[in-house]
């Protein structure tokens, strides 16, 4: 078995980072998607994002839903990175467990911020651009 340093890692499991900060931000996107395509106006779109977001309307059941099955994602993602490398058993985890433990909490870290820029930087760029009212959303404001 070779042995993996954490960077390699992270540069191995990105699709299950990149993917899973992705579903997290379905509260935002499906907002921009319609009003950038002409599907829905600017107010029936902040409705949509503010029932998803917020939980309004009965939705509440959304986002919390939306980040575990991020989280979920992401944790599948690395069990089958280290089964697929070799780590099978929990003896073979007890020996590599400092690998385990670094990559682990590397890839859960850069979710999190992957999930932060995408949501709050990009996307509320790009729905401001759009007219909708998420000026206030801003991490800068």
Same mark, same amino acid.
């Given at each position: 078995m070779t042995e993996g340093t954490v960077s390699t890692d992270v540069k191995s499991l990105w699709k299950w980072i990149g993917g899973s900060a992705f579903l997290a931000s379905m509260?935002?996107?499906?907002?921009? !998607? =319609?009003? %950038?395509?002409?599907?829905?106006?600017?107010?029936?779109?902040? /409705?949509?994002?503010?029932?998803?977001?917020?939980?309004?309307?009965?939705?509440?059941w959304f986002r919390p839903t939306l980040l575990t099955l991020s989280t979920a994602f992401v944790i599948t993602g690395? !069990? =089958?990175? %280290?089964?697929?490398?070799?780590?099978?058993?929990?003896?073979? /985890?007890?020996?590599?467990?400092?690998?385990?433990?670094?990559?682990?909490?590397?890839?859960?870290?850069?979710?999190?911020?992957?999930y932060i820029v995408l949501n709050f930087v990009i996307l509320t760029e790009l729905g401001v651009a759009l007219n909708l009212p998420w000026e206030s959303s801003r991490l800068w404001n």
């Open positions: 509260c935002c996107f499906p907002s921009i !998607v =319609l009003v %950038f395509f002409g599907l829905a106006s600017v107010s029936s779109a902040a /409705a949509l994002s503010n029932d998803l977001y917020w939980g309004t309307n009965g939705m509440g690395l !069990v =089958l990175y %280290f089964r697929n490398n070799g780590i099978c058993t929990l003896n073979e /985890a007890r020996r590599q467990r400092k690998r385990i433990i670094n990559t682990s909490l590397m890839v859960l870290t850069l979710a999190f911020v992957a």
